[in-house]
């Protein structure tokens, strides 16, 4: 499941992975590390050779450059949610805001802040500035010879995206 920050790639994939019985492997989980630190890259790269070792899975993330190799040869269908980027940036903003209010603990421990949404680096703006990377990646990749076995799915609304994932074991 890949896709800009506020797609839905985890949201999807957790119902995803409940509908079809699989583990859902959230690569955001394995790459945090406390008090917002990133797990060293060897760390980062044999947890998610633990996590995809099965004979089945669902994967979000995006993290390309640092474990492609190790997912997508695996992988027999690709879900790139590929919606607008006011849908995916209003997303990023209501769920930041949301989880700061409200304290939500994510992955080992870290909470995302009212103060964070504001920073130089943090996630609103980092949304709307790298959309058109996450575009240009996929549509590239979805033509590139080397992926040919891979089944790409384009969801390019919510709709479509409910969908799909409502006709799936029917």
Do not use: C
């Not at 669902?58 to 980027?85: C, E, K, M, Q």
């Not at 995302?112 to 058109?132: H, K, Q």
């Amino acid at each position: 499941m890949v896709g800009p920050p506020g797609s839905g790639k985890t949201t999807t994939a957790a119902l995803i992975a409940r509908r079809t019985g699989a583990p859902h492997v959230e690569l955001d989980a394995l790459y945090w590390e406390p008090n917002w630190t990133v797990a060293e890259l060897a760390v980062f790269r044999a947890r998610i050779t633990a996590a995809v070792a099965g004979g089945q899975w669902v994967a979000d993330g995006n993290y390309f450059s640092s474990s492609h190799d190790i997912t997508w040869p695996r992988a027999d269908t690709i879900v790139w949610l590929d919606l607008p980027r006011r849908t995916t940036v209003r997303r990023v903003v209501w769920r930041t805001g949301s989880r700061a209010v409200l304290g939500t603990q994510l992955w080992s421990g870290n909470r995302e802040s009212l103060r964070m949404m504001f920073r130089r680096d943090e996630i609103v703006r980092f949304a709307w500035r790298e959309y058109p990377k996450y575009q240009q990646r996929y549509a590239t990749l979805m033509h590139d010879a080397e992926w040919a076995h891979l089944r790409w799915v384009r969801l390019r609304s919510p709709h479509a995206v409910r969908a799909w994932v409502s006709a799936l074991g029917t």
